[in-house]
């Protein structure tokens, strides 16, 4: 069974960085996307970034210029490097793969910024 966990969230203040950290374990396979997604209270879970095993990548408008999505195929990991942090980045953070038709979810992680 594929598990996806994630780390690296925290408390960070305004200006700040973090890197995100999505480990899958289940599987040989290379997925054909890993990515990043957000939700904050009381809004929808939207896309972050992702990343194929081709190596195309795709951004938020809203992260453009501060997020760097990568991965390592061969360890099944996806990262993501915030930086220049805003508050409105404040977000449970969620760690999604695709493997063909199947798609998996992470646990999330917490991404709290303050100003």
């Known amino acids: 069974q594929v598990q996806l966990v994630e780390s690296g969230g925290g408390l960070v203040q305004a200006g700040g960085s973090l890197r995100l950290s999505c480990a899958a374990a289940g599987t040989v396979f290379s997925f054909d996307a890993m990515g990043w997604y957000r939700q904050a209270p009381g809004k929808q879970r939207e896309l972050v970034a992702t990343?194929?095993?081709?190596?195309?990548?795709d951004y938020a408008d809203s992260v453009k210029g501060r997020f760097t999505i990568s991965r390592d195929n061969a360890k099944n990991t996806v990262y993501l490097q915030m930086n220049s942090l805003k508050p409105e980045d404040t977000a449970v953070y969620y760690c999604n793969a695709i493997l063909g038709i199947l798609d998996y979810w992470g646990q999330g992680t917490q991404v709290t910024v303050s100003s």
């Open positions: 990343a194929t095993s081709s190596g195309s990548t």
